[in-house]
């Protein structure tokens, strides 16, 4: 069990920043997620909390005490790697139990935490095996397993499960989160998934350019993004953005290229400025056309039937909007619609620097 910190973080190679400024508390017990896009800096502060790099700057906090002068092996963190790195000339238990005979742990305690571990991943009948005659989720619980051996402090894991296919990856997912649970160790994760990232993490930094931009829970950051670039990266299908003028003084937003004015009833200082109102697709309503409740006349461009909801993108003039129905409506082509639009679910982000002008109720 273990509480991460990280104070302080930069690391640069020449010119490329790695990480800039990271300040970030994982609790123990906690399953965190680190997302973002690829090249970001997820993988970097993974290496960082691990021993594998050291930083130009800050401090690395395990249980509040120091630990940048310790290696890997002192810091004691199990490491999970896409590529798996399982040995292919030796069977699962082998692999299982390689970290414990490196260590010279006596034979009796290496059997004993290998038919554990084992009992845990359902992976018992796996263990004489070599990883060729495994599936991609096989492989993928028995190197779980290999760091799950070890009895570390905390896990960290990077893209783990980005190599299975979709099935896999879900249920992988929930037995990751199961594991987790059970175990009651804290687990740090890297993905570039956003359904991987919302549906496991208790809570989750988001990375842009090797910084942080927010830290909350999945609730947190999808329903109250602090910057356009979190709203953008969170969500799919993606939130809806209409340019316009936001006056702070009155609330009021003017959208500048389709019809639309909206008190959002929040009051600030400031001058009126360049905005983008932002809305969820599930937060969009389409009614008949011509009904006086909806804020906009538009008119159905294309439509998505996924399932148990459907994607309906609806045009006003040029600017297209997508909209989700739940269960299968029954839309034509370029039918005519009256769009409505609930105030209080709006966003507005300053046009220029994308900084959080005012959120959802």
């Known amino acids: 069990m273990a509480e991460l910190e990280l104070i302080g973080v930069n690391k640069s190679y020449g ?4 990480v800039k400024d990271i300040n970030l508390k994982i609790a123990d017990n906690e399953f965190f997620c680190v997302f973002g896009p690829p090249s970001c800096g997820k993988t970097s502060i993974l290496r960082i909390l691990l021993g594998l790099t050291q930083p130009d700057e800050g401090e690395i906090r395990i249980n509040g005490q120091r630990v940048n002068e310790q290696g890997p092996k002192e810091r004691n963190l199990a490491m999970v ?8 000339h030796m069977t699962a238990g082998e692999n299982l139990a390689f970290p414990l005979v490196e260590r010279k742990i006596d034979k009796t305690e290496v059997k004993r935490r290998v038919q554990a571990v084992a009992e845990t991943l359902h992976i018992t009948k796996l263990l004489r095996k070599l990883p060729a005659h495994l599936s991609g989720g096989e492989r993928q619980r028995v190197a779980i397993g290999r760091a799950l051996v070890r009895e570390p402090t905390a896990f960290l894991m990077d893209e783990p499960i980005a190599a299975l296919d979709a099935r896999l990856r879900e249920e992988m997912r929930v037995e990751l989160k199961r594991l987790q649970r059970e175990l009651k160790h804290t687990l740090v994760y890297v993905t570039h998934d956003q359904e991987e990232a919302m549906s496991v993490a208790d809570r989750m930094a988001i990375l842009e350019g090797g910084m942080i931009r927010q830290v909350g829970t999945p609730d ?37 290229a389709v019809p639309l004015e909206l008190d959002l009833a929040a009051r600030a200082d400031g001058d009126p400025c360049d905005a983008r109102l932002a809305i969820r697709p599930e937060d969009l309503r389409i009614h008949e056309a011509g009904n006086p409740r909806a804020a906009l006349a538009a008119e159905v461009y294309e439509v998505e039937p996924l399932g148990a909801f459907t994607i309906v993108d609806v045009n006003i003039g040029e600017t297209i909007l997508k909209v989700m129905e739940p269960g299968q409506p ?12 609930t105030p209080a679910k709006c966003h507005v982000f300053d046009g220029a620097t994308g900084v959080l002008l005012k959120g959802a109720a």
Request: hydrophobic share 40%.
């Open 220 to 256: 947190e950051i999808y329903n109250h993004p602090q910057s356009r670039y979190v709203a953008e990266l969170i969500g799919s299908p993606p939130m809806n953005f209409i340019a316009g003028t936001y006056q702070p003084q009155n609330g009021r937003f003017v959208a500048s």
């Open 330 to 341: 029954s839309y034509r082509l370029k039918q005519p619609i009256a769009l409505g639009i």
């Open 15 to 18: 010119r490329v920043v790695a």
């Open 81 to 88: 790697f896409q590529n798996l790195a399982l040995f292919p």
